[in-house]
């Protein structure tokens, strides 16, 4: 009952808040009149072609909607327009945090620091989670992804069209491995009609620069048909607020589309080059000072020379919060996909999507040479030889993580409408070779680096491991359609998910270079083959204006296949505990059941004219969950000590789901996403002799209540927005022993549209104010949890800030 009245109290201060602003804001907004789209967030129906292939088209202004015609599962879309507005170059996945259901938080602004973003969507994390680019597969999204990229890699802000969350379960054609729970869907934009420019200019707080280009082709003939396409490019750099290091990079995109009476042909590529200096989150109750967020110490380095004593020692009351003299993640990565949409007839369309990424990637640490047991590692390589001057005399090494991804695919899709039966076919095979390799280098006193370049060859002092994985996945679909009747659609299908990974390790590390109990990292063949994961659903017109719909869904994560993810058999320390993990543990399957209601009225109440909304009830049977544990003595007498990957029992959520709109006039909205999640473990598991008590008690870092505020108003050339974001309370161990409070977030838009100038050509000019933690609210933001009990590790609150945009075409 106290959870509730808080999360109460939060909406009724977010509600009162939101409206409070518009109406000084805004003074016209009270006026009445019919209802019609103005920008604002909504719960809205989409068009009847809408299908996992195809996003769910926006309305003219662009709005938050409910995918409601077409689909028997939970489906939210973003538009590309409103995206912007909640922040300029903001990424796809921070963008769909107004969302129901989704927790999100991030360091920067923008969403695009991925060493501490973290997504929760119905209990599920990121990396169980299913994301794609026009179909084309991203990957799980670990930080140092190994089979694929972050959608804001994958393509400039300003070029998404929309973004699409299957909150529930994803679609069954949705090119994933890991999506356990639903998906993040991301669309690029197509090329415009008419041939033209567009630009962006953002100014902002810390330093803050993007510079967004656009240049349309326009529709011309040839080939038999229209063409049309557009290059653009995105500078952006920005300083971290924790630290004086500017993070940002290059990106450009490229679309072509091919169109006539049968064919559509689309080609797609994009180039991205990142470099990210990022900061280490704080360890509570782990020893020695607690800062508030820990900082980094570049690009001083008289001052990290003078933070270790003569023998290199970090401050004796920072022995695990110690700083850094740096860390960076480095990213390059080049993505396209070639995709033909072939129309046999109106009733048969084939379409196949071929595509390439290749990503070469580098994470960094600069960090003291005395910290965190490296003493003991680097003895194994250099005994009896002062550290100190093996690695350049500055009392700091360089640590890198080097890896590479390849991957090819293919996606094919048929269908066929038979009646009043609509059939797919569906396929999906992608080959994926990725490389890690752990080095060392000297950090030498006279010639420090920097978090902007790659690390020196000539500098290598060693390679602690390297791992080679190659995997082949393979996943079909069948799914039938039935309109039983105009108001009643059934829908039945399976997919089946099949992976193959084979991994060699070139570069073993010494023994006790890993663990004391390790004896090398495991290599050869792992298969894992699911055939049939069922889907079965269906949707009711009860009315022109409300639609029930429901869904029961089977899904798979498979292993993870990198030696750098924490929950791969490839990232086990011996050929033992990799043999026992393929005879005796499962990959993590889910079951997810959701129902709900949709409703889009007009009405006559006072000042409403409109009122929107969705709510849905979810419930999910999560099995084998997969935890890193330490043996227990009779597995250890087999695998030698070390630790396993073993399923350590399940996870039971229920949820709901409740988000509306309601429309006062042309001129002003108020859309309110209220959400509950329950998320308890099933079972205690055993960690070496020890009884862990986690049975009964709640998911970490999953807040029971979120609700998400979004209050518009325009009136003639101005438009004004204030976002509203509760998050509940969220324990922070495994077993609820520790917990960080609630919190309510604040975030306000204000633009201009500037008249055209008509000499000169410039329309569709705009300025805009986005402030984000307007009440400049501090505190713990994420929770990091990585123990059972007593210690978690946390980010800090990122402080208010501002930014400028002036946007316009020609």
């Known amino acids: 009952m106290f959870e509730f009245r808080g999360v109460h109290r939060a909406s009724l201060f977010l509600s009162s808040a939101a409206i409070g602003i518009m109406a000084c804001a805004t003074p016209s907004i009270a006026q009445a009149a019919p209802a019609q789209a103005n920008g604002e967030a909504s719960a809205d129906a989409a068009p009847a072609n809408a299908t996992q292939d195809t996003p769910p088209e926006a309305t003219a202004d662009g709005t938050i909607m409910v995918t409601a015609s077409r689909t028997t599962r939970s489906s939210v879309a973003l538009s590309g327009v409103e995206m912007q507005k909640t922040m300029p170059g903001v990424s796809p996945v921070k963008a769909i945090q107004t969302l129901p259901g989704v927790q999100f938080e991030t360091a920067d602004p923008w969403g695009n620091n991925e060493q501490n973003i973290s997504l929760v969507v119905h209990g599920f994390n990121q990396n169980q989670l299913g994301f794609t680019l026009d179909g084309v597969p991203l990957g799980d999204q670990s930080y140092g992804n190994f089979n694929g990229l972050s959608p804001q890699r994958a393509v400039i802000s300003e070029n998404v069209g929309q973004v699409r969350l299957s909150s529930g379960a994803a679609d069954l054609g949705t090119a994933s491995a890991s999506n356990l729970g639903g998906a993040v869907e991301t669309f690029t934009s197509d090329p415009a009609r008419d041939l033209g420019l567009r630009f962006a200019q953002t100014l902002g707080s810390y330093d803050a620069q993007r510079s ?57 590529f994009a180039f991205s080059d990142k470099q990210e200096p990022n900061q280490d989150s704080v360890a509570h109750n782990a020893g020695g000072i607690e800062p508030y967020y820990r900082s980094l110490l570049y690009p001083n380095f008289g001052a990290a020379l003078a933070y270790l004593d003569a023998n290199g020692n970090v401050p004796a009351n920072a022995p695990v919060n110690y700083l850094n003299y740096y860390g960076d993640a480095q990213r390059k990565d080049y993505l396209g996909y070639v995709k033909l949409d072939y129309r046999f007839s109106d009733a048969v369309t084939f379409s196949n999507q071929v595509y390439y990424h290749h990503d070469d990637g580098e994470g960094q640490i600069a960090g003291p040479i005395t910290v965190a047991g490296l003493p003991a590692l680097f003895r194994i390589y250099y005994p009896g030889q002062n550290l100190k001057q093996v690695f350049g005399n500055s009392g700091y090494a360089l640590r890198t993580t080097e890896y590479t991804v390849d991957r090819e695919g293919l996606l094919s899709r048929l269908a066929v409408e038979a009646g009043s039966h609509e059939i797919e076919l569906g396929g999906w095979y992608e080959h994926n070779a990725n490389t890690v390799r752990r080095r060392w280098y000297a950090f030498p006193i006279d010639n420090p680096s920097t978090p902007y370049v790659r690390a020196d060859p000539a500098l290598r002092r060693l390679t602690q491991y390297g791992s080679d994985v190659d995997v082949d996945i393979v996943q079909f679909h069948l799914q039938d359609r039935w309109h039983v009747t105009p108001a009643v659609t059934l829908e039945a299908g399976f997919k089946s998910s099949l992976q193959f990974a084979n991994g060699a390790v070139p570069v073993q590390p010494l023994p006790g270079a890993l663990s004391g109990a390790s004896t090398g990292l495991p290599e050869g063949k792992i298969s894992t083959k699911k055939w049939f994961l069922p889907a079965v659903g269906g949707t009711w017109d009860v009315t022109s204006s409300e639609q029930l719909f429901a869904n029961v869904q089977k899904n798979v994560r498979q292993f993870q296949t990198s030696v750098a993810a924490g929950l791969s058999p490839y990232n086990l320390g011996s050929q033992q505990a990799f043999d026992q993990l393929k005879a005796e543990t499962s990959p993590e399957s889910s079951w997810t059941y959701e129902a709900g209601l949709r409703s889009h009225r007009q009405v006559s109440l006072g000042p409403i004219t409109a009122i929107e909304g969705q709510v849905n009830y979810y419930h999910v049977d999560f099995s084998n969950r997969l935890l890193q544990i330490s043996a227990t003595p009779v597995i250890a007498s087999v695998v030698g000590g070390v630790s396993i990957l073993q399923n350590v029992g399940g996870v039971t959520t229920n949820g709901v789901d409740f988000a509306t709109t309601l429309r006062f006039g042309p001129h002003f909205s108020l859309y309110d996403a209220l959400s509950y999640n329950s998320s308890k473990y099933d079972d205690n598991y055993t960690s070496g002799t020890a009884t862990v008590p986690t049975a009964g008690k709640y998911v970490p870092n999953t807040a029971k209540w979120l609700n998400k505020v979004v209050a518009s108003a325009n009136d003639g050339p101005f438009d004004v927005q204030v976002i509203g974001d509760f998050v509940g309370r969220r324990f922070a161990t495994y077993t609820n022993d520790h917990s960080v409070s609630g919190r309510v977030l604040l975030s306000a838009q204000a633009g201009y549209a500037l008249p055209p100038i008509g000499g000169l050509g410039l329309k569709n000019t705009r300025f805009s104010v986005n402030v984000t933690n307007l009440t400049n609210r501090k505190g713990i933001y994420e929770v990091v949890v990585g123990a059972a009990s007593t210690t978690y590790n946390s980010y800090a609150t990122p402080p208010r800030q501002v930014f400028f945009t002036l946007s316009g075409a020609f």
């Open 212 to 268: 967004y280009l656009r240049v349309d082709s326009g529709e011309f003939e040839g080939l038999g048909g229209t063409n049309s396409g557009y290059v653009s490019a995105v500078r952006q750099k920005a300083r971290a607020w924790e630290f004086d290091a500017k993070q940002g990079g290059y990106q450009v995109n490229s679309k072509f589309i091919h169109k006539d009476s049968h064919v559509t042909l689309t080609g797609y």
